[in-house]
């Protein structure tokens, strides 16, 4: 009875192991394809020949040309200044009422000047006409008629000055009420309410965009390419335009502290852009007719050096490259790729030589 059950529990211990074995074996070929390496999903591009322009760029800074500093044109004390640091002023606008009063007094004293010379020379008038007709009767000479004509014309030429006394008194007094001489924005109030000022004092000190000029230092080896009326892209942190402008000079000298060519340019009517502020200048130094580009996150670094994977067959294949100018956001191919090749954008980073990929989208270098 024994050796019954132990024939019966090696024939079913045989069944299960037969029963098990193919799965178990189909089991692990699903594990050992499951440990294979995934394709990496990536983008790729086509390379394009591509007309470049050939530029430089550098950064400099913006000069104000319209920066006046108000000052006072007649001794006066300050009644109000009507304007803050920050605020923007338009050109006529009042800025600063300086006390007239004086001017007021000095235009009355003239005035009765004027008076009193117009009386005299009236009278001096009615003499020389009584005089000229003694003279027609005989009864006087000519020489008492030439002395009151004389002096009917000093008479005249007081009246005059007195006349001029006034104007110019009344041209002071317009100065004790001072204006913007041009828009822009208030950059320091210097003097306030109550103080005095004499002639020449400065007031406040406005800054004016209307005119900014750039100067740019470029590398003293491009000197002899750069000439007055060559297209130079200008761009600042403060604005989001990029304004086109000429070179309209440069410095004749190199700058010995960090050897470069300053050349100068001019903005106009940027309503953003800030004095003081740094530009970026690209001078456009020529044009290259034709150049293979590709998306400059297609090259990698490696130990090898500056790589590029092409797509063949659902792989990645490595390729050394040598690159030149870059241009929004593009890369020259200088050597190591044709046009037409399929090189990878996104996912480049994380390729090996022979790696598998999976494309899935495509762009096109341009």
């Known amino acids: ?36 390496p995934k394709p990496t999903l990536v983008t790729v591009a086509q390379i ?52 007239a009063t004086d001017f007021g007094l000095q235009r009355n004293e003239a005035l009765a000047e004027v008076a009193r010379i117009e009386a005299l020379l009236d009278n001096q008038t009615k003499t020389v006409a009584r005089s000229q007709a003694l003279v027609n009767k005989k009864f006087i000479s000519q020489n008492a008629v030439d002395s009151d ?20 008194i009344n041209h002071s007094s317009s100065k004790t009420t001072i204006y913007a001489p041009t828009d822009g ?22 800054i004016s965009n209307k005119r900014l000029r750039a100067h740019i230092p470029f590398p003293e080896r491009i000197g002899s390419q750069l000439k ?38 001019d903005v106009l009517d940027q309503s953003d852009w800030q004095t003081g502020a740094s530009v970026t200048g690209t001078v456009i130094l020529g044009e290259q007719a034709a150049a293979l580009m590709i998306p400059e996150q297609s090259v990698v670094l490696r130990p090898a050096g500056e790589i590029v994977y092409l797509v063949k067959e659902n792989k990645a294949q490595q390729a050394i490259v040598k690159t030149g100018m870059r241009q929004n956001g593009l890369v020259e191919i200088i050597e190591g790729l044709h046009p037409n090749d399929t090189v990878v954008v996104d996912g480049a980073g994380f390729l090996t030589d022979q790696a598998p990929v999976k494309i899935a989208t495509s762009h096109t270098a341009q």
Not at 56 to 81: C, N, Q, Y
Not at 149 to 168: F, I, M, P, S
Request: overall charge neutral; some cysteine.
């Open 1 to 36: 009875m024994q050796k019954i059950i132990q024939f019966i529990l090696l024939t079913l211990l045989f069944n299960l192991l037969v029963a098990c074995g193919p799965k178990d074996k189909s089991t692990e070929t699903q594990d050992r394809e499951k440990k294979g």
């Open 48 to 99: 394009q020949n591509t007309p470049i322009e050939i530029t430089e760029s550098a950064i400099g800074s913006l000069e104000g040309l319209i920066d006046p500093t108000i000052a006072a044109e007649v001794a006066a004390r300050v009644v109000k200044v009507h304007v803050n640091p920050g605020q923007p002023v338009k050109q006529g606008q009042l800025i600063a009422t300086l006390d």
């Open 149 to 168: 004509l004389a002096q009917q014309n000093v008479l005249k030429e007081q009246l005059a000055g007195a006349k001029a006394r006034v104007d110019t």
């Open 185 to 206: 924005v208030v950059e320091k109030k210097i003097v306030d309410t109550g103080e005095f000022v004499k002639v020449g004092d400065p007031i406040v000190q406005i």
């Open 228 to 265: 007055a009326g060559m297209k130079v892209r200008l761009s600042t942190p403060t604005s989001t335009k990029v304004v086109e402008s000429v070179i309209r000079e440069l410095k004749p000298m190199i700058t010995e502290s960090n050897r470069s060519v300053d050349v100068i340019a």
